[in-house]
């Protein structure tokens, strides 16, 4: 069994946020804090609002008016919250950007394996993603859950009835997809992303056997 990320390993995603970050950086940048300084006010918010919001653009826009409202101290104004809402349209679209070779590689390794699909996040935005992008049809299932941790990786190999150590988890996540997908005694496979969200980041271990690093989606032909 293959079970694949979705975000920034089947498509394009976090660019979209980074986009959005650079204009509100530039828009919050004061004398005597740059936009390094910004940033980490902000990285430090959304990795509050992740334990007790969730993820998805709905959370990520709230954690920008709380973060106008400390840098400020106090409230955002009127004309502050709709700036803000303005940046719901990045994330109000009919389609996703595919990354290089995910459709023509997903088609063959479908007639291979059987393949699951596991995301986290809003569950109406993810279903949305999913359907746009055309890419359904390859999975068994598609899973969409609060969080990827140890337990969701040990809830899903139950769910399917699957030897943990013959499935492979595939995605770009140190934090998300590899660790827990390793702590449940999954194998795993990390395809790095250039713009991996910055609180996904985490350290693996250069020596775990069962961790099979590529640098292309499309190289996992060779591989399964």
């Known amino acids: 069994m293959l079970i694949f990320d979705a975000d920034d390993t089947l498509w394009e995603n976090n660019v979209v946020f980074e986009r959005v970050i650079d ?24 990795a ?34 709709a700036r803000i809402s303005g ?21 063959e390794l479908a007639r291979r394996h059987d393949l699951l699909l596991l995301t986290k996040g809003d569950t109406e935005e993810q279903r949305r993603k999913v359907a746009n992008s055309a890419l359904a049809g390859y999975f068994r ?40 997908a390793r702590s449940a005694g999954l194998n795993a496979v990390f395809i790095p992303h250039d713009h991996t969200w910055v609180l996904e980041h985490d350290e693996l271990d250069a020596t775990d056997e069962k961790v099979l690093r590529l640098s292309a989606f499309g190289e996992l032909l060779r591989h399964f």
């Open 23 to 46: 204009e509100f950086l530039d828009w919050m940048t004061l004398p005597g804090l740059d936009r390094a300084g910004v940033r980490a006010v902000l990285d430090g918010i959304e």
């Open 48 to 81: 509050a609002n992740a334990v007790t919001l969730g993820y998805g653009s709905k959370v990520f826009l709230h954690s920008l008016g709380e973060c106008v409202a400390r840098l400020r101290g106090r409230a955002a104004t009127d004309e502050e919250t």
């Open 87 to 107: 940046w719901a349209a990045a994330f109000d679209r009919d389609h996703v950007e595919l990354i290089l070779g995910v459709a023509e590689t997903l088609a």
């Open 141 to 180: 299932g598609v899973h969409i859950v609060a969080e990827k941790n140890t337990a969701t990786y040990e809830e899903l190999t139950r769910s399917y009835d699957l030897e943990p150590s013959s499935a492979w988890m595939i995605g770009n996540s140190p934090k998300s997809d590899i660790l827990p």
